[in-house]
């Protein structure tokens, strides 16, 4: 290990260690607060909640059943809560209770009183004492805005006793992230501890100087993570719609109660529709890079019927580091970055210059994506560069993940450095050539990859090639086999031409034929992290580099 590196590390666990420090003081705070129904503020609105309603999630809670996070518990007559949970990401989903969402389609008095009781049973058992999966921040966060917008459904018909409690439970659990929320590493669930901060602060009875601190905390946050081109600083795509379900509601209750909006807000969120729409292939589904995992058409249709701007999607977001190629009926999205700092590095995935294909309606080349519920094996192995459509050299991906437990997942010995070139060729042509230098400390070569889409964008050129510190090509393949991986979608046949063609045929019938005139095509087996109903079998295409570089191309075929 270089002495940078080592440095590097010895400055993450210094600035982790004085977190942890600093955030245990806090908790110790925490667990002093005082839960008293009698010192309960009131409530004043209840905003909007602008995800999908499903009756069947409704009618199964109603009947005792919870399907969350791909997992169903049978509770019967009893509380949810009296069971263990059958995995961490239902906890996670049972303890933010989203899920009241669902409630809004039945409303019936049957339905709300169930609704209420086991709210009720909630604050019984955890709503006085902070620790485990019920109080992780971002789970509290979602807790409250839950609450907040689904107070008419929880309190309808209620008593005294029960609405004092739930209020009192509410003021706590604001109480306990304002304390806190100053130590959190940065990160999507930092910003959304600020906006359900600043959403109690106006939906509840508050004093004037708390609106406006947590306006102001709001404020800060958003200039911290949403940058100027619209994308989060995580750098993955479905960040923007998740933060927009909040926003969105947030921002029209500072309008609607006559409270100034925070300056940052309205602009951030301008921004952000730009980026959503970079980031959409034409069949409307978001592209995989950073942790992005299936989108549902009607959940990010909610989203999108907000969107008040206009014009084509932007050719590169800058800040956030991809390129976007259209031609014709045909998209190219690039991942040309690498994590923007080490925290954020703990999500991040090693698919520096991975790419995703769509034309039409048709998703033909993909990255594998993150898996929507699973263990963290798959989620971790789903961050290497081999679950992305690009280069990998060897078991190595282009960043090293850490297995630390004290620093987390974070990225190590990554992509630091990446050059990029982009022109419009005399032909019409759109070329994006970039290379990174991820794998120069092991191999001592930087890969570079070039993509060329024709005018009509019935082509596509591409080329991947290895080179020495000084950008001089190589004259050799790296010491390890090195393979470029194109994923495919698991809606897409492969058809095998000969050895060094395909046809890719997508369910309407429309085609691609990719080929690689100086290099023979495998067809190898695959897993789809990103499929809505869980990890799905699929297929790849691997080109093994004989020499320094290969070069491949694709073909449109109505």
């Known amino acids: 290990m270089q002495i940078t590196e080592r440095q590097r590390l010895i400055s993450l666990y210094l600035g982790e260690a004085w977190r942890r420090a600093t955030r245990g003081l806090a908790i110790g705070r925490s667990m002093r607060l005082k839960w008293s129904p009698a010192n309960a503020a009131k409530l004043i609105v209840a905003p909007t909640d602008l995800r999908v309603v499903d009756p069947f999630v409704a009618e199964e809670i109603l009947q005792g059943r919870f399907p969350l996070a791909g997992r169903v518990l049978d509770a019967g007559d009893r509380s949810p809560f009296d069971f263990e949970p059958p995995s961490p990401a239902f906890a996670t989903r049972l303890h933010s209770f989203a899920w009241l969402r669902h409630i809004r389609s039945d409303k019936s008095a049957r339905a709300c009183a169930n609704a209420r009781a086991i709210t009720d049973s909630w604050i019984g058992q955890y709503g006085a004492r902070t620790g485990g999966a019920a109080w992780d921040h971002d789970v509290v966060a979602q807790r409250i805005i839950a609450w907040l917008s689904h107070s008419p459904i929880v309190l309808q018909d209620t008593d005294g006793g029960f609405y004092r409690r739930f209020l009192a439970s509410l003021v706590f659990q604001v109480r306990f992230l304002r304390r806190e929320a ?4 940065i990160g999507l669930k930092r910003l959304r501890v600020r906006i359900a901060l600043a959403m109690a602060s106006i939906a509840m009875e508050s004093r004037s100087s708390t609106i406006r601190r947590a306006a102001r905390d709001l404020n800060r946050e958003i200039d911290r993570q949403i940058l100027p ?17 909040d926003l969105l509601p947030l ?13 940052r807000l309205i602009p951030a969120i301008d921004r952000m529709y730009p980026a959503i729409r970079f980031f959409r292939h034409q069949g409307g589904d978001l592209a995989l890079f950073n942790g ?5 058409a009607n ?3 909610c989203v999108l019927r907000y969107d008040e701007s206009a014009g084509q999607p932007f050719k590169a977001l800058p800040h956030s580091h991809f390129h976007r190629l259209a031609a014709g009926a045909t998209v190219i999205i690039m991942d040309t970055g690498h994590p923007l700092c080490p925290e954020l590095s703990k999500t991040a995935h090693a698919g520096c210059l991975s790419f995703e294909l769509s034309s039409g309606r048709n998703r ?37 993940i850490s297995s630390s437990a004290f620093l987390g997942p974070l990225m190590s010995g990554g992509v630091s450095d990446v050059a990029e070139q982009r022109q419009t060729g005399p032909d019409g042509s759109d070329r994006l050539c970039v290379s990174h230098d991820g794998y120069l400390t092991r191999f001592g070569l930087l890969h570079e990859r070039e993509i060329r889409l024709n005018e009509a964008g019935n082509k596509i050129a591409g080329r991947d090639r290895f080179m020495l510190p000084d950008r001089t090509p190589s004259a050799n393949a790296p010491s390890e ?18 050895q060094r063609k395909v046809r890719l045929v997508a369910p309407d019938g429309e ?40 070069r491949w191309f694709l073909a449109h075929h109505a």
């Open 182 to 185: 100053d130590f959190l590493p």
């Open 229 to 245: 081109d619209g994308g989060h600083v995580s750098r993955n795509p479905q960040a923007a719609v998740e933060l927009l379900f």
């Open 251 to 263: 921002r029209q209750t500072y309008i609607n109660l006559g409270h100034e909006v925070p300056a």
């Open 292 to 296: 992005a995992s299936s989108t549902l």
């Open 299 to 301: 959940e990010l249709m």
């Open 364 to 400: 033909f080349i993909v990255n594998s994506g993150s898996p929507r519920f699973a263990n963290d094996q798959l989620r971790q192995l789903a961050r290497t560069t081999a679950a992305h459509s690009t280069v990998a050299v060897g078991t190595s991906s282009s960043a090293r």
């Open 481 to 498: 086999t090195a393979v470029a991986r194109f994923h495919i979608h698991p809606a897409i046949t492969i058809e095998r031409i000969d």
């Open 511 to 550: 085609s691609w034929v990719f080929s690689s005139p100086a290099n023979d095509l495998v067809i190898g087996e695959d897993v789809f992290f990103a499929d809505v109903s869980g990890v799905r079998p699929s297929q790849q295409l691997e080109l093994s580099f004989a020499g320094p570089e290969i």
